[in-house]
């Protein structure tokens, strides 16, 4: 058997199993299904060390179901991800996009996507992921796009989408609005500036502190706390707004002049600055409640670039900070500023690329999710225990946040995403939302969902249809575009095709003079000239054709929130749908519960009457060993291909778990991924060991055994109990316990025990002196014995295989296929093991723990007494002469002894040591230079008690308590308990080398 070679083998299972297609079940049966769809990644690069936890965590509890008999449907797909998507590409054009124009830039989109999307997918099989990549979708796929549209419409014709002027969060540099929850808030150190607002009558001025000055040319108020004494006597009275002395133009269209009013509002805090603000309706989210409530005029003072506009007079064109800066200059100028101070405030950034977002009011669409027929069927699904998350603590914090709902913006001024199912009429003003349900006709349908989906104009010719519908499906390439309709979209239509011939007869039916007369509007209009169709729409209040499509599209996170049914196959009720609608699990980070999972749970809960997830496990961050977040700019990002290539896949998979505790982020270092490689090819080489000792006909000589030693008994019980504390980990999401207990089995008690016991019996001989029928009658014992002790190696080797298989799969799988025993396409495909109550020999266990006890000590004293570890020694024993007789061989065979004597004293110039009641003592003439060791243990007892007293001064140090980091602590108290051991073992070795020197 060669050397461990994880890239080899990782290269070859992860191909096989892709190529059988091994995880795709055939059926789902019903009392047996457990459905999973993966958190989509997106397709703008790579996988970082979040989606290698998140993957691996899916991956462990998918392959454990399968392996208990589950029909496992595990969905992957890709997420189009519309903003991060677009600034990609649009970084990688010679030109901008606007120059490009929309379809030539969608065109460049769509080639690029394909080759990220191909790069994430391989990243993904190289992780082992055992997903059904027949069923896999992505959020922009005509089925998904079909689905959003379907969505939007009933959410609309139901009242829970509308559109609405509002004051949004703007990106000037991504060009669009942005959700709440894209908005980031950091704590940033500004400024305070107080301003003078002279009164009108002359009679003074009020002074007003904002933290930013340029958005004053937009006020058209300052607002007072009611009961706020200093300032009663002003209220509705007007103040002149420095610096304006031009007329500015409201969004209704009013002109506003400089003189503004002081108002009352309980909205005010007094003890901000003077207790008297600006109110500025267009660009503050608060001023424009305000604003509102008073009835003012919106001033915007600034275009989409955060530029000032026409409204800034002589500021017009300057940017937001250039605009702060002059006016901050001509403020003092003129006495009206009258102080400024340092200002610590939060200040909203774009969560993409960072910039700061702008408030601005523009007519944006919005789901209603603060409606009770969406919160409260989500606040519920979770208060009545249908979906559990797993830790309990996130329960509350998806409460809170559901509680306190504010109404989604769902709108975004980009181009690449679904655009939004909107036609305006241009004649009477109806907004008119299409989906294919106003179509009868297979052909309409589908020629409506291409121009929908932008790959078709409203003009088009049947050839360009049907060059689309042939070309191969962006998701699936081994089947057309066609096909994907068919399969995935409708789940019908099977036997239809749709050429340009079919086309070309099917809307000649349809313009037929005879089809005319029947008063039926025809859906075509042919255009001789140029040799075109157009298919028409028209406006549903007034028919006409004079329609003008929605610019903007949807939030990503809109199509996201329709993945766990959109997957399969909804709207249409398919048979998918009904099989594995609610999903069992849902894995993903807390960073996304509020963009994704309670978005999911509202759609869920709203389009399917049911809870899209039972369980959903939040698992924490990925940070450095330190405990910082991994970015670029501090280097400390550890890519986990680079993982894979170095280590392998199995070493990233079995870290990432057995770190993964919950509420607790996950501290990686390179050394980790390097101490499991280390554990895996502690396994491979145990696996070595054992297939080098089976006998060719093991398995036809099953019944010559020899009735199994108390260590294989010990080993069995061992085996049973990891695998019941395994499974119950496991059903707990407790993967950190899952691992350890399965590190600790096969590294302490299986490798380092169990396989050095066997080797008394694989290698045992006949005493060639013993006479020949004598001789005869141990041979076959000597077989008999062997042949126990290889079948239970085998028997316990393969076991563990198999309940190791969900969290290193590669190596599992590798060595599994080389057992004698294995009999299936895949060890992922046998049976998980489960606890079995004929397999706990107590009695056994006892004894070999104490067998270990013993030998552990005379090792330890061995060590302790710097004797080479290869040097077989003399050792002399009293106490517990039935087990050491019984186990005399292993503790010979394990402790390196090359003779074990009962004595009833200590023997003369010996040293002792113990083991409950169990003494033991070595001769000093094995080699034991005792002068030396107590002059240097006496050395290392003064240095450990230097070390002691330096680092209890820090910990005693309450200033060094006070400012140093918590981990900073945690470590010199750690250090500090092992030196406090070492001090205890040294006085203890002393105290037994000083024995023998009296």
Excluded at 169 to 174: E, F, G, H, R, V
Excluded at 398 to 414: G, P, T, V
Excluded at 811 to 838: D, F, G, M, V
Aim: charged share 30%; net charge negative; glycine share 4%.
């Amino acid at each position: 058997m060669k050397e461990y070679d994880h890239k080899e083998i990782e290269e070859r299972w992860s191909k096989l199993w892709v190529e059988r297609a091994l995880y795709s079940p055939k059926e789902i049966k019903e009392d047996s299904k457990f459905s999973v769809v993966i958190p989509p990644p997106n397709v703008t690069g790579s996988l970082h060390m979040g989606h290698a936890l998140n993957v691996t965590l899916q991956d462990i509890i998918c392959r454990w179901q399968r392996m208990l008999g589950k029909d496992v449907v595990w969905v992957p797909g890709f997420d189009h991800a519309g903003i991060a998507t677009q600034y990609v590409v649009e970084k990688q054009l010679s030109k901008s996009r606007h120059e490009l124009g929309r379809e030539e830039f969608l065109k460049k989109v769509w080639e690029w996507v394909p080759v990220s999307r191909n790069s994430i997918r391989r990243q993904l099989e190289r992780i082992g992921v055992s997903v059904d990549w027949k069923r896999e979708r992505f959020t922009l796929d005509e089925g998904f796009s079909r689905a959003v549209r379907h969505a939007f419409r009933r959410l609309y014709e139901e009242g829970l989408i509308y559109r609405s002027e509002y004051i949004v969060s703007w990106c000037p540099k991504d060009y669009t609005a942005l959700s709440d929850l894209e908005v980031e808030h950091e704590e940033e150190q500004g400024k305070l500036y107080y301003i003078r607002y002279p009164l009108e009558d002359g009679s003074g001025y009020i002074t007003v502190a904002t933290t930013r000055p340029e958005t004053m040319l937009g006020d058209t108020a300052v607002a007072v706390h009611p009961e706020d004494e200093r300032y009663k006597h002003l209220i509705g009275k007007r103040v002149k707004l420095p610096l304006v002395d031009w007329e500015r133009e409201a969004l209704d269209g009013s002109k506003v002049g400089p003189y503004i009013p002081i108002i009352a509002d309980q909205r005010v805090k007094p003890e901000f600055g003077t207790g008297a603000v600006k109110i500025t309706p267009a660009h503050d989210p608060n001023d424009f409640e305000i604003g509102k409530d008073h009835n003012l005029p919106f001033v915007q003072v600034m275009d989409l670039n955060a530029r000032l506009n026409e409204n800034a007079g002589r500021f017009a064109g300057l940017d937001r900070y250039e605009a702060r800066q002059r006016i901050v200059q001509e403020l003092e100028a003129l006495g009206l500023l009258e102080k400024v101070k340092d200002h610590a405030h939060a200040v909203g950034k774009c969560y993409r690329c960072k910039t700061t977002i702008e408030p601005m009011v523009s007519t944006q669409w919005f789901v209603r999710v603060s409606d009770p027929r969406i919160r409260d069927t989500a606040i519920n699904m979770v208060k009545e225990g249908r979906i559990k998350f797993i830790p309990r603590s996130w329960e509350k914090v998806y409460l809170q946040w559901m509680e306190n709902l504010r109404d989604w913006c769902i709108s975004r001024q980009i181009w690449w995403g679904h655009r939004i199912p909107v036609w305006y009429c241009k004649d009477c003003g109806h907004v008119n939302v299409f989906t294919d349900e106003d179509f009868e006709r297979p052909y309409d349908k589908i020629i409506f969902n291409l121009i929908a989906d932008g790959k078709i104009g409203q003009e088009f010719t049947p050839e360009e249809v049907e060059s689309i519908l042939k070309s191969p499906s962006f998701v699936h390439p081994e089947i057309t575009v066609l096909d994907f309709y068919k399969k995935f979209v409708f789940h019908k239509y099977h036997s239809m095709d749709m050429d340009a011939s079919s086309i070309r007869l099917f809307i000649s039916q349809d313009l037929n003079p005879m089809a005319i007369l029947t008063q039926k509007k025809t859906q075509y209009r042919y255009n001789k000239d140029r040799k075109t169709y157009t298919f028409i729409l028209r406006c549903k209040r007034c028919a006409s054709e004079n329609l003008e499509q929605e610019t903007d599209v949807l939030d990503t996170w809109f199509s996201s929130a329709l993945w766990p049914f959109g997957v399969f196959g909804w709207p249409e009720d398919t048979p998918e749908l009904k099989e594995l609608y609610p999903t069992d699990l849902l894995v993903t980070g807390f960073d996304i519960i509020f963009f994704w999972v309670a978005r999911m749970v509202m759609m869920g809960s709203y389009f399917m009457k049911k809870e899209p997830f039972k369980d959903v496990y939040i698992h924490a961050l990925v940070r450095d060993e330190k405990g910082q977040k991994m970015s670029k700019t501090k280097g400390n990002v550890i890519d986990p291909l680079d993982i894979v290539e170095k280590y392998g896949a199995d070493s990233l998979r079995f870290t990432l778990a057995i770190l993964t505790q919950q509420g607790r982020d996950v501290k990686l270092s390179e050394k980790r991924f390097e101490g499991y490689k280390r554990f895996a090819n502690k396994i491979w080489n145990a696996a070595r060991f054992i297939l080098m000792n089976l006998d060719p006909d093991l398995m036809q000589s099953m019944t010559h055994l020899a009735p199994p030693r108390d260590e294989d008994l010990w080993i069995v019980t061992l085996l049973n109990e990891t695998v019941q504390d395994v499974n119950r980990a496991l059903e707990e999401y407790d993967f950190s316990r899952a691992c350890q207990k399965l590190y600790s089995f096969i590294w302490d008690e299986f490798c380092d025990w169990y396989l050095e016991m066997t080797k008394l019996r694989l290698y045992a001989k006949v005493d060639e002196n013993l006479p020949e029928e004598e001789k005869q009658i141990r041979q076959e014992q000597i077989k008999k014995e062997r042949l126990t002790a290889q079948s239970t190696l085998l028997y316990v080797f393969e076991k563990t295989l198999r309940l190791l298989h969900p969290f290193m799969p590669y190596i599992t799988e590798e060595l599994w296929q080389q057992l004698p025993t294995a009999h299936k396409e895949s060890i992922s495909l046998t049976e998980y093991p489960k606890p079995n109550p004929q397999e706990f020999y107590p009695d056994e266990k006892m004894k070999i723990e104490r067998l270990r006890e013993i030998v552990t000590a005379i090792r330890s004293l061995r060590s302790d007494l710097k004797i080479e570890p290869s040097r077989k020694i003399k050792v002399y024993y009293k106490g517990e002469k039935e087990l050491v007789e019984r186990f005399k061989e292993h503790i010979k065979s394990l402790a390196r002894l090359s003779d074990l004597v009962e004595v009833f004293t200590k023997p003369k110039a010996t040293v002792a040591g113990f083991s409950k009641d169990f003494e033991f003592y070595i001769p000093v003439e094995e080699g034991i230079d005792v002068s030396s060791l107590i002059e240097s243990y006496s050395r290392r007892l003064k240095e450990i008690e230097s070390e002691l007293e330096r680092f209890g001064s820090k910990l005693s140090n309450e200033n060094f308590l006070r400012k140093a980091p918590e981990e900073e602590v945690q470590k010199i108290k750690s250090i500090v308990q092992e030196l406090e051991l070492e001090k205890e073992k040294t006085q203890s070795v002393l105290e037994a080398l000083r024995e023998v020197e009296l």
